[in-house]
């Protein structure tokens, strides 16, 4: 459910940044708000899978796509909101977590908005359970959200001391054809990217709890909303 990210948005916020926006699952339903949008990923086919997205909805003049290195990027603007959502931080390395929070500072306006969700301290016990113990393996009969491939064997470890989790996945694709993937993601702290922020220079960094799904591995996901004002 995206609404209550968008609702981390300010009323009057028309022209929005959006932090590793994948293929649009978030940007989408924010250009049919009404906003303007400039989405950067560092994934080419993600942002391919955006510009086809955007263009059959009729959002061509909303949505700008944009491939690459968020942690680097650099243009003449400025936004009254960016958004680092959808829980993409944890993909991320600490030095580019560090550069993208640079990047909001940068690219707001004077009384702009820095938008973040992360997992929330406890959270962890949904790892814990999925991957107890080295090498565990479930199976899925996961889509992505554009229906074009799923995920049917997944296995992985989950590290308690680096809350580092690693994920080898057997995906098939709609034509049939087989390939394996691995991702690498950590499960920062609340704290931790609220410290980052601050040293990044924003005067203040509000918090608030939200839930998300029931499942057969636990009750719920806690989530912490993090804005930042400059």
């Given at each position: 459910?995206?609404?209550?990210?968008?609702?981390m948005l300010?009323?009057?916020?028309?022209?929005i940044?959006?932090?590793?926006?994948?293929?649009?699952?978030?940007?989408?339903?924010?250009?049919q708000?009404?906003r303007?949008v400039?989405?950067?990923?560092?994934?080419?086919?993600?942002i391919?899978?955006?510009?086809?997205?955007?263009?059959?909805?009729?959002?061509?003049?909303?949505?700008?796509?944009?491939?690459c290195?968020?942690?680097?990027?650099e243009e003449?603007?400025?936004?009254?909101?960016?958004?680092?959502?959808?829980?993409?931080?944890?993909?991320?390395?600490?030095?580019?977590?560090?550069?993208?929070?640079?990047?909001?500072?940068?690219?707001?306006?004077s009384?702009?908005?820095?938008?973040?969700?992360i997992?929330?301290?406890?959270?962890e016990?949904?790892?814990?359970?999925?991957?107890?113990?080295?090498g565990?393996?479930?199976?899925?009969?996961?889509?992505?959200?554009?229906?074009?491939?799923?995920?049917?064997?997944?296995?992985?470890?989950?590290?308690?001391?680096?809350?580092?989790?690693?994920?080898?996945w057997i995906?098939?694709?709609?034509?049939?054809?087989?390939?394996?993937?691995?991702?690498?993601?950590?499960l920062?702290?609340?704290?931790?990217?609220?410290?980052?922020i601050?040293?990044a220079?924003?005067?203040?960094?509000?918090?608030e709890?939200?839930?998300?799904?029931?499942?057969?591995?636990t009750?719920?996901v806690?989530?912490?909303?993090?804005?930042a004002i400059?």
């Amino acid at each position: 459910d995206v609404a209550p990210t968008i609702d981390m948005l300010p009323d009057d916020a028309k022209a929005i940044l959006e932090i590793g926006s994948g293929s649009g699952r978030l940007t989408i339903p924010i250009a049919q708000s009404g906003r303007a949008v400039t989405a950067l990923d560092n994934s080419y086919s993600a942002i391919e899978k955006l510009k086809v997205r955007s263009q059959a909805l009729g959002l061509s003049d909303k949505i700008r796509a944009i491939e690459c290195d968020v942690a680097s990027y650099e243009e003449p603007a400025f936004y009254d909101a960016v958004m680092l959502v959808g829980l993409s931080v944890h993909v991320m390395e600490l030095g580019t977590v560090r550069g993208a929070i640079d990047l909001a500072k940068r690219m707001l306006t004077s009384d702009g908005r820095f938008c973040l969700n992360i997992f929330s301290d406890g959270s962890e016990d949904i790892f814990t359970r999925m991957m107890p113990e080295e090498g565990s393996v479930s199976l899925y009969l996961y889509r992505d959200e554009n229906e074009e491939q799923r995920i049917i064997i997944s296995s992985g470890r989950y590290n308690p001391i680096t809350r580092e989790i690693t994920q080898n996945w057997i995906i098939q694709a709609n034509d049939g054809m087989i390939h394996a993937a691995t991702m690498i993601s950590n499960l920062w702290r609340p704290s931790d990217i609220t410290q980052i922020i601050l040293d990044a220079g924003f005067r203040e960094v509000k918090e608030e709890m939200h839930r998300f799904g029931d499942t057969d591995i636990t009750e719920s996901v806690r989530v912490a909303f993090l804005t930042a004002i400059i």
